[in-house]
């Protein structure tokens, strides 16, 4: 009989507690091992988790800080004394050199309060706003964005940043409003691709 017959012998007591503590060690083993790859596992995808998170943190604050810097374009354009003064033929030379100057802007506005557009940057045509609810905000005296929506003119997807223009009596007398071309959205999305194949998308108040 070899020493590995003789080891694995279970018709002596010896054996059989031999076999017993092998089997019981091999169960540890067995056990330690499937609890280290469930830990391994669980703290794979919490890394993940976290990275996800951040991403997306990271993601809204600088799509946020874009939002706002649109808003004080538009506020910047209500502010004018070109503006303010009604003066069309200078507001009109004003809108045209912000578009020129700011690639994100389709086109820029101005609504009087009827829903018409008296002066536009791109288009000669006149465009009725008045059935808008952004346009209903801004004679409420509020700012406003919209969801996206395609212009009428080409079907381009736009965001209309809008913001009211007021007297010296803090009373509506016309509306400033930009429209921003969506793909200057989806650029910045794109910067903060999860992994190689991951995918961000842009949904609105409909979740759609």
Do not use: C
Not at 35 to 64: A, D, G, P, R, V
């Amino acid at each position: 009989m070899n020493k590995l017959e003789y080891l694995f012998k279970t018709n002596t007591l010896s054996g059989r507690l031999r076999t017993f503590i092998i089997n019981l060690i091999l169960f540890v083993v067995l056990v330690i091992s499937i609890f280290l790859m469930f830990m391994t596992k669980s703290q794979i995808k919490s890394t993940y988790q976290n990275e996800l998170n951040s991403i997306l943190k990271m993601q809204n604050q600088t799509i946020e800080k874009w939002l706002n810097e649109r808003e004080l374009d538009i506020r910047f354009l209500v502010n004018s004394e070109n503006v303010k003064n009604n003066d069309l033929e200078k507001t009109k030379i004003l809108f045209e050199n912000f578009v020129n100057s700011q690639s994100e802007f389709y086109y820029v506005s101005l609504i009087d309060l009827q829903g018409h557009s008296i002066v536009n940057s791109t288009f000669e045509n006149k465009q009725f706003f008045g059935d808008k609810l952004f346009f209903k905000d801004n004679l409420d005296g509020l700012d406003s964005i919209s969801d996206a929506s395609l212009t009428e003119v080409n079907n381009m997807p736009v965001i209309h940043f809008s913001s009211p223009v007021l007297n010296k009596y803090n009373d509506v007398v016309a509306v400033v409003v930009g429209a921003v071309r969506l793909s200057s959205i989806q650029a910045i999305v794109e910067n903060f691709r999860f992994g190689k194949t991951g995918e961000t998308y842009i949904l609105n108040s409909k979740n759609q």
